[in-house]
């Protein structure tokens, strides 16, 4: 909760200073951005990619649905689409395999915002069965099958044990 207050206090004092000065201010949706940065647990700030984290922000807490494709619910390679669709203009496969396969393969300490992060959860790792979009600080969104869209670390026990590469498509 204080987090959360603080990034709301800091996105207050920047529209208050913006408002006072000479400069014009870059074009964001302040309040958009404020309510994404306390949605997804992360500081955005002017350097980010906003039309990423916005977007991402508000399939926060869709239901995952296997094959969905909507805020009715949406599997995790559909989530990827999306998003992919909306703020990059890229046309994904549409399994989390195919996914893989298009990428330039990325380790994780080269990850970029925007970059897929892909998992397995079959013993052999063979099986790429899982795909989400790295947002920073080791933060990426996804759709989990047991709790829908959210984000998580990359540093949790469970993904770290099941990571298998991140990837590049533009």
């Known amino acids: 909760m204080k987090n ?3 990034y709301l206090t800091a996105f207050i004092s920047i529209l208050v200073g ?3 000065c000479r400069t014009a201010a870059p074009s964001y949706n ?3 951005l404020a309510r994404s940065s306390i949605k997804l647990g992360i500081d955005i700030n002017q350097e980010d990619n906003h039309k990423l984290y916005t977007n991402a922000a508000n399939w926060v807490g869709t239901p995952h649905r296997i094959g969905g ?14 998003l992919y669709k909306t703020v990059y203009k890229i046309e994904l496969p549409r399994s989390s395999k195919a996914q ?5 393969k990325v380790s994780k300490n080269q990850l970029r ?3 897929l992060v892909f998992f397995s959860t079959d013993r052999s790792k063979k099986t790429i069965n899982h795909v989400g979009i790295y947002l920073k600080n080791g933060k990426f969104v996804h759709a989990s099958s047991s709790q829908g869209v959210r984000v998580n670390s990359l540093n949790e026990p469970y993904y770290l044990s099941n990571w298998i590469s991140g990837g590049r498509t533009r």
């Open 69 to 82: 494709n909507s805020k009715n619910g949406i599997d995790c390679s559909g989530l990827t689409c999306q």
């Open 30 to 32: 302040y309040q958009a």
């Open 113 to 115: 915002e925007g970059d």
């Open 18 to 20: 913006l408002s006072s």
């Open 100 to 104: 893989l396969d298009i990428c330039k």
């Open 4 to 6: 959360t207050l603080f």
